[in-house]
């Protein structure tokens, strides 16, 4: 049974890298996975956007990649050795900040990929979500920590379990039994995932090949792959078979292939 977070949306699906900053934004004001970067996202009319998670020092799950604040707004603490108001103060001049829960409020038809950054964030992210189980993908490279996001969300009771994809683990067993060619294998491997979402290559390693879409496809399982921001690459992939393309410029791709 297909998941409905994959439900009456057009395939490819267009995943919104950490929301959407455009390339005339000016002076970098809007930073990735800030609120305004969630909302240019939904306004050029994304369906998905792909964000990460990360738990403050007082425990609230915000939006957020890097485990440290150095990069977006020049702060070299970490986000869990910060509260809430001091990342909200910190994030006022780059679009704002975005905990989990007002992005799940704020924006009720957006559907969230959501990548669980810190093992501490795990549970709470779990509990956030489970209302919310129709409109979520999670995932995480460490599968034990999307793992426990599941549990929680499960335990929390939101009735419909979130969508998932595969952490490294899996992909690389899964990329294993496709260069072995046991299609057995392969479903076994991806039997509690939903979707698999990888990089084209891996420095020089093709990742992405028309065996390996096959195989996934066979086993009942989409494959996004990021992050794609040239047009000709978006319409190179989608022809050859990938269902999603993950990429910073979400008005670009779906000016491309919608």
Same mark, same amino acid.
């Given at each position: 049974m297909t998941h409905p977070w994959f439900e009456g949306v057009e395939r490819p699906r267009v995943l919104a890298h950490r929301g959407l900053v455009r390339?005339?934004?000016?002076?970098?004001?809007?930073?990735?996975? !800030?609120?305004? @970067?969630?909302? *240019?996202?939904?306004?050029?009319?994304?369906?998905?956007? *792909? =964000?990460?998670?990360?738990?403050?020092?007082?425990?609230?799950?915000? $939006?957020?990649?890097? @485990?440290?604040? !150095?990069? /977006?707004? %020049?702060? =070299?603490? #970490?986000?869990?050795?910060?509260?809430?108001?001091? &990342?909200?103060?910190?994030?006022?001049?780059? %679009? %704002?900040?975005?905990?989990?829960?007002?992005?799940?409020?704020?924006? +009720?038809?957006? #559907?969230?990929? $959501?990548?669980?950054?810190?093992?501490?964030? @795990?549970?709470? /992210?779990? #509990? &956030?979500?489970? +209302?919310?189980? @129709?409109? /979520?993908?999670?995932? !995480?490279? !460490?599968?034990?920590?999307? #793992?426990?996001?599941?549990?929680?969300? *499960?335990?929390?009771?939101?009735?419909i379990r979130p969508a998932t994809s595969a952490g490294t683990s899996i992909v690389t067993r899964f990329v294993a039994a496709v260069n072995l060619r046991s299609r057995r294998a392969a479903r076994r491997v991806l039997s509690e995932v939903d979707a698999l979402q990888v990089p084209e290559r891996q420095q020089r390693v093709r990742i992405v090949t028309p065996r390996l879409l096959d195989y996934a496809h066979e086993a009942g399982v989409e494959v996004h792959v990021w992050t794609i921001n040239d047009p000709g690459d978006m319409a190179r992939l989608v022809a050859m078979g990938v269902d999603g393309i993950v990429t910073d410029r979400a008005d670009v791709a779906l000016a491309t292939l919608h």
């Open positions: 390339a005339d934004t000016g002076e970098d004001a809007i930073a990735e996975n !800030s609120f305004a @970067a969630v909302a *240019e996202a939904h306004a050029v009319g994304a369906h998905y956007v *792909e =964000s990460d998670c990360h738990l403050t020092k007082d425990g609230v799950v915000v $939006l957020f990649h890097d @485990a440290d604040l !150095s990069r /977006v707004t %020049g702060d =070299s603490r #970490r986000v869990d050795e910060v509260t809430l108001r001091q &990342l909200d103060d910190l994030m006022a001049g780059h %679009g %704002g900040v975005i905990t989990l829960a007002q992005a799940l409020d704020a924006f +009720p038809d957006v #559907r969230f990929n $959501l990548d669980v950054k810190a093992a501490a964030a @795990a549970e709470e /992210v779990g #509990r &956030l979500i489970a +209302p919310h189980g @129709a409109r /979520v993908l999670l995932t !995480s490279f !460490s599968d034990e920590r999307r #793992r426990t996001a599941l549990r929680a969300a *499960e335990t929390a009771g939101g009735g």
